[in-house]
């Protein structure tokens, strides 16, 4: 990839007695100002999944924060998939002895213990 001062020597648009520092500067905005466009798309893109932007400064501060707020998210789902997965199997646990209670048939744990256990298996498939 060719850099601006190459197209503009390429282009004849620099004069011989142009300093290449003006030029320097003057890719050194243009980078500037293509890396702030980035890091604005980037920071839209957050705000409008509801993510926070954080105190960065850089693309690479952006990225960091939205990083760690995905797994924050991640790790909060997950915590919260499982409480509720453990609490609905109790309940089944609860249902299934109070059925078992109001049938007297608690002498057979056994066959209790695997009707509790299949119908907890028959969550994945529903």
């Not at 293509?34 to 893109?45: F, V, Y």
């Not at 990225?63 to 915590?79: C, F, G, I, P, R």
């Not at 453990?86 to 089944?92: D, K, N, P, T, V």
């Not at 059925?99 to 256990?117: C, N, P, Q, R, V």
Request: aromatic fraction near 6%; hydrophobic fraction near 40%; glycine fraction near 6%.
């Amino acid at each position: 990839m060719k850099t601006v001062i190459e197209m503009a020597r390429e282009a004849g648009i620099i004069h011989p007695e142009m300093v290449d520092k003006t030029l320097e500067r003057f890719a050194e905005l243009v980078r500037a100002d293509s890396i702030a466009d980035e890091r604005e798309k980037l920071a839209a893109w957050m705000i409008q999944r509801g993510y926070s932007i954080g105190h960065g400064n850089t693309t690479k501060d952006l990225l960091d924060e939205l990083d760690w707020q995905v797994v924050q998210n991640w790790t909060s789902a997950m915590k919260t998939g499982v409480e509720t997965e453990r609490e609905q199997c109790a309940q089944l646990c609860e249902q299934g002895l109070a059925i078992a209670t109001s049938l007297s048939a608690l002498d057979d744990m056994e066959m209790w213990g695997e009707k509790f256990a299949a119908a907890i298996r028959a969550r994945s498939n529903t």
